[in-house]
């Protein structure tokens, strides 16, 4: 049995660490293609994850992505969690995360979710999240709502699930609690 993760540090991702992110993708490939589209080859190269980070950072300078690495206590990447089309007009974004295959049922999602929560509204100001699920990932869905998301019907989510009717999609409103 695995034990829950106590301690989940997330912090916004820097370009200093593509070497640790480059040997966290490229371990967790396969158990990520299991739930995600795969991502093309030249993403798993040196290059190619630095032109990611930059994309990332380029997005949070603008204001459009808070991208984190989800950390353990030695400092080792466990997993990421992204806020993303991020609109502070409306209040609102859309989380994703990903936890390394290692770390799966460990706890380390619902620690990143609830403190992307907490990110999202004392340092964003935001009102709501998204979120969107493949009915293939379970584990997922449960993450969300156990971290009080809730699910949306398919006519009231069909822009956020865009091209894959199949997609689940939840929301959460943010307060105080």
């Known amino acids: 049995m695995k034990t829950i993760k106590k301690t989940v540090k997330i912090r916004l991702l820097t370009p200093a660490d593509c070497p640790a992110l480059l040997d966290f993708e490229t371990r967790n490939r396969g158990w990520f293609e299991q739930h995600v589209?795969?991502?093309?080859?030249a993403f798993y190269t040196r290059a190619g994850v630095e032109q990611h980070i930059a994309e990332l950072l380029a997005a949070h300078a603008q204001g459009r992505w808070f991208p984190a690495l989800l950390l353990d206590e030695a400092g080792v990447i466990v997993g990421r969690s992204n806020l993303k089309d991020v609109d502070s007009l409306a209040g609102v974004a859309e989380l994703g995360y990903r936890?390394?295959?290692d770390q799966a049922g460990a706890g380390v999602a619902t620690a990143a979710v609830v403190q992307m929560k907490a990110l999202?509204?004392?340092?964003?100001?935001?009102?709501?999240?998204?979120?969107?699920v493949s009915p293939a990932n379970p584990a997922s869905a449960r993450v969300m709502e156990k971290c009080g998301f809730v699910r949306l019907d398919p006519a009231a989510?069909?822009?956020?699930r865009g091209k894959d009717p199949e997609l689940l999609a939840y929301q959460c409103d943010l307060n105080l609690d």
Do not use: K, T
């Not at 589209?37 to 080859?41: C, H, I, L």
């Not at 009102?127 to 969107?132: K, P, Q």
């Open 37 to 41: 589209a795969p991502r093309g080859e």
């Open 99 to 101: 936890v390394g295959q």
């Open 120 to 132: 999202a509204l004392q340092e964003l100001g935001l009102r709501r999240l998204i979120a969107v």
């Open 157 to 160: 989510s069909e822009a956020l």
